[in-house]
Nanobody
Framework: QVHLVESGGGLVQPGGSLRLSCAASGSFFAITTAGWYRQAPGKQRELVASITGGDVPHYADSVLGRFTISRDDAQNTVYLQMNSLKPEDTAVYSC??????????????WGQGTQVTVSS
């Protein structure tokens, strides 16, 4: 069984920063591709950032230049550094990862989400 647990959310003022963490635990070989999604009230879930197994990042236009996704494979953790936060970044942020559970087997897993609120 594999679990993803996010942490690092909270309340921050506009212009502030937060770093989200997504730690994978359980029995598996490796995290391949991982991503951070967010969903604001009344809006559809959107992909904020993703990172491949080769460390190639991709960002939504709305966060490009402000957010940075990274990974620490030794810690089985994926991070999202969020700078210059805006009120419109307020949402529940969830991580998702494709995890290699066998020699030729992988599955997608989701964390439970963490609330990020940007407000003065």
């Amino acid at each position: 069984q594999v679990h993803l647990v996010e942490s690092g959310g909270g309340l921050v003022q506009p212009g502030g920063s937060l770093r989200l963490s997504c730690a994978a635990s359980g029995s598996f070989f490796a995290i391949t591709t991982a991503g951070w999604y967010r969903q604001a009230p009344g809006k559809q879930r959107e992909l904020v950032a993703s990172i491949t197994g080769g460390d190639v990042p991709h960002y939504a236009d709305s966060v490009l230049g402000r957010f940075t996704i990274s990974r620490d494979d030794a810690q089985n953790t994926v991070y999202l550094q969020m700078n210059s936060l805006k009120p419109e970044d307020t949402a529940v942020y969830s991580c998702a990862a494709n995890i290699l559970t066998g020699a030729y087997e992988s599955s997608n897993y989701w964390g439970q989400g963490t609330q990020v609120t940007v407000s003065s």
